[in-house]
């Protein structure tokens, strides 16, 4: 029931008067309450219940209290509770709601105030292997270089004083408009007058029609501009560096054929080395992309709604259970936009449990649905994702299922099962796509399809049928797929399981406006919502 402050207030008051030094009880009564309590050095920690309630579990509720008391404080003393007031209420609240107790242990209570989230561990993970992988390809690079200059110099000295004239990696190097190239291993020097100048290795070979690069190693990728590791051409294309050295040079033909084969062959090791390099880097690009990293922010301000849902549900009909767990980060790239406030919608659904981050203000998010921080002169972190709040959802209640799924085999007189599964759409205001609908199969025989709504693919090497469908929502609310297959075990067609997107929140959470605690004025800020399922089966 409520109570008023001045009620709470006077029995705290009374209960220094009830209490005796004397007696070792851990509780005292009055007419109306119990007093349950524990000294704490000079305080004591004191629940006030009524006289119906099971005092083991008070006491039980008290020891957590207690423990919670000293796990945030190094010193149980009034300076240092008054210090801590705002982590311990958030803490206090997390045990009893609303009157009643919430079964958590001290564990999960240093987890939920620690406000971890997955994302922004994960978005952290994400941005640390990206600097990592980096550092190690400028490393790759700088040794290759090292290589490069130490093979130039060994090459100078072996040419009895005739040097590469002023060509150098610094001008001509893995740049933007030649790799090899123009003014690469000739033009302004070289191995003689009529040697390696004239057709050196960069204006009719590895530079204009042969160069390395054009699309790969440089802008876009590689030690060029606009092709790719000789993608129109290769070695012995174009003006070959053969045909032109041995019309041009023939008085040193053999040394400089010898000389120009060395360098081809090295040009070619650090050709495979860099392809290698390229390689891998594409690879560890893929592996990134595919850990479901968030979003490029568009704006200064961008914020991610996700949600995941677990479901599980028997063929028979009933619901298992059903648990949504989602959360709001906010990601800010503009030192100037950092005092913000975040407007809600008000049609969020409020059965909904709400956490916000403890430096957010509580109350004016549970008054005006704003979230905004406690202490409107401290500023949003620039550059790291944050929590800002989180959310949970648990019921049994079966017409909260978003999309049903009835499988339906049966066994026939050919030793055979014919199964009839079909999906409906139980919330219409939700949009699902690319659904994915997995049946495993007894390993008998490979499953004869005869109607399905949208497309399938039978995997022979795990026994499964993926029944596919694009999209579903209020137009295309329920489907249907029927095959047969050999093997009349009804329950090897269980669990199916069910995977798909959305870009819509089952919590119908969005963000109305942003706006600067300053002024009120609106700032240009992106979201992305994204639901998605953690684990859905129908067993």
Not at 46 to 58: A, F, G
Not at 111 to 117: A, D, H, L, P, Y
Not at 155 to 171: A, I, L, Q, T
Request: negative net charge; aromatic residues 8%.
């Amino acid at each position: 029931m409520d109570m008023s402050r001045s009620r709470i207030e006077g029995l705290l008051a009374s209960f220094p008067k009830l209490i005796d030094n004397n007696e070792q009880h851990t509780f005292v009564e009055t007419d109306s309450v119990r007093y349950v309590y524990q000294p704490l050095e000079e305080l004591f920690m004191v629940l006030i219940t009524n006289k119906n309630s099971n005092i083991l579990q008070d006491i039980e509720t008290l020891n957590l209290f207690v423990r919670a008391i000293s796990d945030y404080c190094h010193t149980i003393n009034t300076h240092e509770i008054e210090e801590m007031a705002f982590e311990l209420s958030s803490v206090f609240d997390e045990i009893v709601n609303l009157g009643y107790r919430e079964y958590v242990s001290i564990q999960q209570l240093r987890t939920i105030s620690e406000m971890e989230s997955h994302e922004e561990k994960l978005a952290a993970e994400i941005e640390k292997n990206k600097e990592k992988e980096a550092k190690e390809l400028l490393n790759r690079k700088a040794k290759s270089l090292e290589m490069q200059r130490k093979e130039m110099q060994k090459k100078m000295g072996s040419g009895g004083g005739m040097g590469f004239g002023s060509m150098g990696y610094s001008n001509s190097g893995f740049g933007s408009n030649s790799g090899y190239g123009n003014n690469n291993y000739g033009n302004n020097g070289g191995y003689g007058n009529d040697s390696y100048g004239n057709s050196n290795y960069g204006s009719n070979n590895y530079g204009n029609n042969n160069n390395y690069g054009n699309n790969n190693y440089g802008n876009n990728g590689g030690f060029g501009n606009n092709s790719g590791f000789g993608s129109q051409n290769n070695y012995n294309s174009g003006n070959q560096y053969n045909n032109n050295n041995q019309q041009q040079n023939q008085p040193f033909r053999g040394k400089g054929m010898q000389l120009g084969h060395k360098n081809n062959n090295n040009v070619n090791d650090l050709v495979s080395q860099m392809q290698d390099e390229v390689t891998n880097q594409v690879m560890a690009d893929q592996m990134v992309a595919s850990n479901n990293e968030p979003a490029t922010p568009t704006e200064p301000v961008h914020a991610i709604i996700s949600e995941k849902i677990s479901l599980a549900a028997s063929h028979d009909g009933g619901l298992e259970n059903l648990e949504i767990k989602g959360d709001m980060i906010l990601r800010i790239m503009d030192p100037n936009s950092t005092h913000l406030r975040i407007q809600l919608n008000n049609s969020f659904n409020r059965n909904f449990q709400f956490k916000t981050h403890p430096q957010v203000d509580k109350r004016l998010f549970n008054s005006e649905s704003v979230i905004a921080l406690k202490d409107p002169s401290k500023p949003f972190p620039v550059g790291t994702p944050l929590g800002i709040l989180k959310w949970r959802f648990a019921t049994k209640d079966e017409s909260f299922i978003p999309l049903s799924i009835n499988c339906w085999p049966t066994p026939n007189v050919n030793g055979a099962c014919d199964v009839n599964i079909e999906y409906e759409l139980e919330v219409p205001n939700i949009t699902l796509n690319n659904v994915s609908i997995i049946i495993p199969y007894p390993g008998m025989g490979s499953p004869v399809v005869s109607e399905v709504d949208g497309s399938y693919n039978i995997n022979q090497q795990n026994r499964y049928v993926e029944w596919q469908i694009p999209i579903i929502d209020a137009d295309n609310r329920s489907g249907s797929m029927e095959f047969s297959v050999q093997g009349n075990d009804t329950s090897s067609f269980f669990p199916v399981r069910v995977n798909f997107t959305s870009n819509q929140s089952f919590s119908n959470i969005n963000i109305a406006d942003i706006q600067h605690v300053e002024n009120g004025s609106s700032v240009n800020y992106s979201h992305e919502t994204r639901l998605m399922p953690d684990n859905y089966i129908i067993m």
